[in-house]
């Protein structure tokens, strides 16, 4: 049984829909990335799968439990953990402050301790700035937060959505490094959209290409590296 398992998965925002009989699939312990041009859908699966946004079809399975109509505070309690695009850090709040957000399940609590810890292991950086207050960090940083907010939930699975999106190309590599090790060192399970189609790829196990709310496009990383559609649309190759 996979860990996630999309069946025919259907949403929108009111009357627009935006996402159109999506199946797919993750096995725990992989790194599965969703690539994709500029409004494809990648990011409203991620919501639907959150519970930020209503599937109007199909369904959701985590874990062997159907969560398609769940709340979005008790699908994170179960371990499904979403690391939204743009950060959405609390700006007047303290990079400690912001980590301390993402612990508020019971069991997030229990493990805060240690939680906190790998957090300050993967960016030793947040451990020096504790006390700052997020919106004074560099955009970098704010990502490194983000990130950790996530660690604080105690995560079975992280969503990551575009985290490299408006970085440098030397912190892109960081974060890219970053995600990689919660899934080595940890054994998180990680869903990544990205339109860093390189980068994703080279991190992941496996990968789904959306175009025009549908998936078009599954395989191994390595497969979809070598795809001509993938060279000429993603790659320019």
Do not use: C, W
């Amino acid at each position: 049984m996979s860990l996630i398992a999309i069946e025919n998965l259907s949403a929108g925002y009111g009357e627009i829909g935006v996402l159109f009989d999506v199946s797919m699939r993750v096995e725990a312990g992989e790194v599965v990335s969703i690539i994709g041009a500029n409004g494809a859908g990648k990011s409203s699966l991620l919501k639907a799968m959150s519970g930020l946004i209503r599937p109007t079809a199909g369904t959701i399975t985590f874990n062997g439990e159907n969560i398609t109509q769940l709340p979005a505070d008790e699908i994170v309690e179960r371990g499904l953990v979403h690391v939204p695009e743009g950060r959405r850090l609390f700006s007047l709040m303290t990079v400690y402050e912001n980590l301390e957000m993402g612990a508020f399940s019971k069991h997030a609590q229990k493990d805060f301790k240690k939680n906190l810890e790998d957090v300050h292991k993967l960016f030793p950086r947040l451990a020096e700035r504790g006390k700052q207050l997020a919106g004074t960090l560099s955009g970098g940083e704010q990502q490194m937060v983000a990130i950790g907010r996530g660690i604080m939930s105690s995560p079975k699975v992280m969503m990551f959505d575009e985290p490299s999106l408006g970085l440098a190309p030397v912190l892109k590599k960081d974060i890219f490094a970053a995600v990689k090790r919660i899934a080595v060192e940890y054994g998180t399970t990680i869903v990544l959209v990205e339109q860093d189609v390189m980068n994703s790829l080279a991190i992941s196990d496996r990968a789904y290409v959306m175009e025009q709310g549908q998936i078009v496009i599954e395989g191994t990383a390595q497969e979809l590296l070598k795809d001509p559609h993938i060279k000429e649309a993603y790659l320019g190759v």
